[in-house]
Protein backbone atom coordinates (compact mmCIF):
# COMPACT_ATOMS: atom_id res chain seq x y z
CA UNK A 1 0.00 0.00 0.00
CA UNK A 2 1.15 3.64 -0.94
CA UNK A 3 1.46 6.03 1.67
CA UNK A 4 -0.20 9.35 0.06
CA UNK A 5 1.60 12.25 0.75
CA UNK A 6 0.11 14.91 3.07
CA UNK A 7 -1.14 17.92 1.32
CA UNK A 8 1.43 21.46 2.41
CA UNK A 9 -0.79 24.62 1.06
CA UNK A 10 1.55 27.70 1.32
CA UNK A 11 0.67 31.17 0.58
CA UNK A 12 3.48 33.27 -0.76
CA UNK A 13 3.64 37.19 -0.74
CA UNK A 14 6.33 39.90 -2.13
CA UNK A 15 8.34 39.10 0.79
CA UNK A 16 9.79 36.07 -0.38
CA UNK A 17 10.50 37.18 -3.86
CA UNK A 18 11.90 40.88 -2.11
CA UNK A 19 14.94 39.00 -1.40
CA UNK A 20 15.51 37.80 -4.88
CA UNK A 21 15.69 41.52 -5.51
CA UNK A 22 12.44 42.51 -6.70
CA UNK A 23 10.59 45.01 -5.20
CA UNK A 24 7.42 45.57 -3.40
CA UNK A 25 5.43 48.73 -3.02
CA UNK A 26 3.98 48.54 -0.07
CA UNK A 27 7.52 49.15 1.18
CA UNK A 28 7.45 52.76 -0.20
CA UNK A 29 4.22 54.49 0.46
CA UNK A 30 2.29 52.93 -2.52
CA UNK A 31 5.41 53.99 -4.84
CA UNK A 32 6.39 51.01 -7.21
CA UNK A 33 9.58 51.78 -8.92
CA UNK A 34 9.01 55.78 -8.22
CA UNK A 35 4.81 55.14 -9.74
CA UNK A 36 1.91 55.77 -7.87
CA UNK A 37 0.38 52.28 -8.17
CA UNK A 38 -3.08 53.00 -9.45
CA UNK A 39 -1.14 54.33 -12.58
CA UNK A 40 0.49 51.68 -13.25
CA UNK A 41 -1.52 48.54 -11.98
CA UNK A 42 -5.15 49.96 -12.33
CA UNK A 43 -7.74 49.97 -15.36
CA UNK A 44 -8.32 53.60 -15.42
CA UNK A 45 -3.89 54.16 -15.01
CA UNK A 46 -4.19 51.89 -18.47
CA UNK A 47 -6.77 53.61 -20.28
CA UNK A 48 -5.09 56.85 -19.22
CA UNK A 49 -1.60 55.91 -20.25
CA UNK A 50 -1.30 52.92 -22.07
CA UNK A 51 2.02 52.99 -23.06
CA UNK A 52 3.29 54.29 -19.50
CA UNK A 53 1.98 50.82 -18.01
CA UNK A 54 3.27 48.93 -20.95
CA UNK A 55 6.92 50.31 -20.04
CA UNK A 56 6.23 49.85 -16.95
CA UNK A 57 5.59 45.94 -16.90
CA UNK A 58 8.48 45.38 -19.95
CA UNK A 59 10.59 46.99 -16.92
CA UNK A 60 9.51 44.30 -14.85
CA UNK A 61 10.10 41.84 -17.04
CA UNK A 62 13.50 42.35 -18.60
CA UNK A 63 14.35 42.59 -14.57
CA UNK A 64 12.59 39.46 -13.81
CA UNK A 65 14.87 37.83 -16.73
CA UNK A 66 18.58 38.65 -13.97
CA UNK A 67 17.04 37.66 -11.17
CA UNK A 68 17.00 33.85 -9.27
CA UNK A 69 15.39 32.13 -6.94
CA UNK A 70 16.58 32.59 -2.90
CA UNK A 71 17.08 29.91 -0.85
CA UNK A 72 13.53 30.33 0.49
CA UNK A 73 12.49 28.96 -2.56
CA UNK A 74 14.39 26.19 -3.13
CA UNK A 75 13.39 24.66 -0.04
CA UNK A 76 9.95 24.92 -0.85
CA UNK A 77 10.75 23.10 -4.03
CA UNK A 78 12.71 20.01 -2.54
CA UNK A 79 9.73 19.79 0.37
CA UNK A 80 7.80 18.01 -2.88
CA UNK A 81 9.98 14.84 -1.92
CA UNK A 82 8.27 14.32 1.00
CA UNK A 83 4.70 16.23 0.67
CA UNK A 84 2.45 17.30 -1.89
CA UNK A 85 3.08 21.31 -1.61
CA UNK A 86 0.60 23.56 -3.00
CA UNK A 87 1.89 27.29 -3.70
CA UNK A 88 -1.04 29.80 -3.44
CA UNK A 89 1.59 33.33 -5.01
CA UNK A 90 0.40 36.97 -4.81
CA UNK A 91 3.53 37.15 -6.88
CA UNK A 92 3.06 37.65 -10.33
CA UNK A 93 6.80 36.52 -10.42
CA UNK A 94 8.22 32.99 -12.09
CA UNK A 95 11.08 32.16 -9.21
CA UNK A 96 8.53 29.40 -7.28
CA UNK A 97 8.77 27.55 -11.18
CA UNK A 98 12.65 28.33 -11.66
CA UNK A 99 13.06 26.65 -7.98
CA UNK A 100 11.08 23.31 -9.27
CA UNK A 101 8.04 23.99 -8.03
CA UNK A 102 5.77 22.00 -9.90
CA UNK A 103 2.41 23.08 -8.44
CA UNK A 104 2.12 27.21 -8.63
CA UNK A 105 -1.19 29.19 -8.67
CA UNK A 106 -0.70 32.63 -9.42
CA UNK A 107 -3.73 34.40 -7.72
CA UNK A 108 -2.35 37.77 -9.64
CA UNK A 109 -1.54 36.76 -12.71
CA UNK A 110 2.35 36.07 -14.39
CA UNK A 111 4.45 38.44 -16.18
CA UNK A 112 5.95 36.34 -18.61
CA UNK A 113 2.14 36.07 -20.05
CA UNK A 114 0.06 38.42 -21.90
CA UNK A 115 -3.92 38.14 -22.37
CA UNK A 116 -6.14 40.24 -25.11
CA UNK A 117 -7.97 43.16 -23.91
CA UNK A 118 -11.61 41.83 -25.04
CA UNK A 119 -10.70 37.95 -24.81
CA UNK A 120 -9.27 36.99 -21.11
CA UNK A 121 -9.03 33.95 -22.05
CA UNK A 122 -6.86 34.42 -24.94
CA UNK A 123 -3.63 34.19 -22.75
CA UNK A 124 -0.39 33.75 -24.40
CA UNK A 125 3.54 33.44 -23.27
CA UNK A 126 5.21 36.35 -23.53
CA UNK A 127 9.50 37.10 -22.83
CA UNK A 128 9.91 40.15 -24.41
CA UNK A 129 8.69 43.72 -24.43
CA UNK A 130 4.89 44.38 -24.88
CA UNK A 131 4.13 47.27 -27.38
CA UNK A 132 1.35 49.19 -28.17
CA UNK A 133 0.26 47.54 -31.78
CA UNK A 134 0.63 43.96 -30.52
CA UNK A 135 -2.62 42.21 -31.27
CA UNK A 136 -4.41 38.97 -30.42
CA UNK A 137 -5.84 37.14 -33.37
CA UNK A 138 -8.66 39.62 -34.06
CA UNK A 139 -7.05 42.43 -33.79
CA UNK A 140 -7.35 43.62 -30.02
CA UNK A 141 -4.47 44.78 -28.26
CA UNK A 142 -2.76 43.06 -25.88
CA UNK A 143 -2.13 43.77 -22.39
CA UNK A 144 -0.21 42.53 -19.34
CA UNK A 145 -1.50 39.41 -17.46
CA UNK A 146 -1.71 40.83 -14.42
CA UNK A 147 -4.65 41.09 -11.91
CA UNK A 148 -5.10 44.89 -11.09
CA UNK A 149 -6.78 46.72 -8.44
CA UNK A 150 -10.49 46.70 -8.62
CA UNK A 151 -10.39 43.37 -11.27
CA UNK A 152 -11.69 40.01 -10.48
CA UNK A 153 -9.10 37.43 -9.04
CA UNK A 154 -10.06 34.49 -11.50
CA UNK A 155 -8.14 32.12 -9.31
CA UNK A 156 -9.91 32.69 -6.19
CA UNK A 157 -12.10 29.96 -6.13
CA UNK A 158 -9.25 27.59 -7.66
CA UNK A 159 -7.27 28.72 -4.65
CA UNK A 160 -9.98 28.74 -1.89
CA UNK A 161 -10.22 24.92 -3.15
CA UNK A 162 -7.11 23.86 -2.92
CA UNK A 163 -6.59 25.35 0.72
CA UNK A 164 -9.55 23.18 1.76
CA UNK A 165 -7.62 20.54 1.61
CA UNK A 166 -4.44 21.80 3.45
CA UNK A 167 -3.07 19.10 5.87
CA UNK A 168 -0.69 21.89 6.84
CA UNK A 169 -0.64 25.30 5.37
CA UNK A 170 2.26 28.15 5.39
CA UNK A 171 2.36 31.95 4.89
CA UNK A 172 5.37 33.62 3.99
CA UNK A 173 6.23 36.89 3.31
CA UNK A 174 3.08 38.73 3.25
CA UNK A 175 1.84 41.39 5.24
CA UNK A 176 -1.86 39.47 4.78
CA UNK A 177 -3.40 43.26 4.02
CA UNK A 178 -4.14 42.34 0.19
CA UNK A 179 -7.60 40.73 -0.18
CA UNK A 180 -9.34 38.62 -0.92
CA UNK A 181 -5.62 36.91 -0.57
CA UNK A 182 -5.50 37.37 2.69
CA UNK A 183 -8.41 35.86 3.35
CA UNK A 184 -7.36 32.33 1.87
CA UNK A 185 -5.79 30.56 5.25
CA UNK A 186 -9.50 31.11 7.03
CA UNK A 187 -10.71 28.35 4.55
CA UNK A 188 -8.44 25.51 6.28
CA UNK A 189 -9.76 23.20 8.44
CA UNK A 190 -9.58 24.62 12.18
CA UNK A 191 -7.25 21.44 13.21
CA UNK A 192 -4.79 22.31 9.99
CA UNK A 193 -1.49 23.92 11.91
CA UNK A 194 -0.50 26.91 10.53
CA UNK A 195 2.92 28.36 10.11
CA UNK A 196 3.81 31.96 9.09
CA UNK A 197 6.99 33.50 8.35
CA UNK A 198 7.42 36.81 8.04
CA UNK A 199 10.20 39.37 9.54
CA UNK A 200 7.44 41.67 10.38
CA UNK A 201 4.37 39.52 10.85
CA UNK A 202 1.00 41.27 11.43
CA UNK A 203 -1.34 40.04 14.26
CA UNK A 204 -3.91 37.23 12.83
CA UNK A 205 -7.19 37.59 13.85
CA UNK A 206 -10.28 35.07 14.23
CA UNK A 207 -7.78 32.38 13.36
CA UNK A 208 -8.55 29.00 15.78
CA UNK A 209 -6.18 26.83 14.38
CA UNK A 210 -2.91 26.12 16.06
CA UNK A 211 -0.32 28.95 14.98
CA UNK A 212 3.22 29.41 14.73
CA UNK A 213 5.07 32.39 14.24
CA UNK A 214 8.49 32.14 12.60
CA UNK A 215 9.82 36.10 12.39
CA UNK A 216 12.47 35.52 9.79
CA UNK A 217 13.11 36.40 6.54
CA UNK A 218 11.60 33.28 3.97
CA UNK A 219 15.43 32.18 3.48
CA UNK A 220 16.13 31.23 7.16
CA UNK A 221 12.73 30.63 7.70
CA UNK A 222 11.71 28.11 5.02
CA UNK A 223 14.43 26.01 6.16
CA UNK A 224 13.38 25.83 9.80
CA UNK A 225 10.13 24.95 8.26
CA UNK A 226 11.23 22.22 6.76
CA UNK A 227 12.71 20.97 10.07
CA UNK A 228 9.63 21.47 11.92
CA UNK A 229 7.57 19.77 9.03
CA UNK A 230 10.10 16.63 8.82
CA UNK A 231 9.41 16.33 12.83
CA UNK A 232 5.71 16.14 12.20
CA UNK A 233 5.89 13.84 9.36
Do not use: C
Not at 30 to 55: C, F, I, P, T
Not at 130 to 135: P, Q, R, T, V
Request: proline share 4%.
Amino acid sequence: MVNKKKKLVVLTGAGISAESGIKTFRDANGLWEGHNVMDVASLEGWHRNKVLVLDFYNQRRRQLHGVKPNFGHIVLAELEKEFDVHIITQNVDNLHEQAGSNKVLHLHGELLKVRSTVDETYILDWNDDLNDGDLDDEGNQLRPHIVWFGEAVPALDEAIAITKTADYLAIIGTSLQVYPAAGLLHYAKSSVPVFYIDPKPVAIYDLQNPLEIIPMIASEGVPLLREKMYNLF
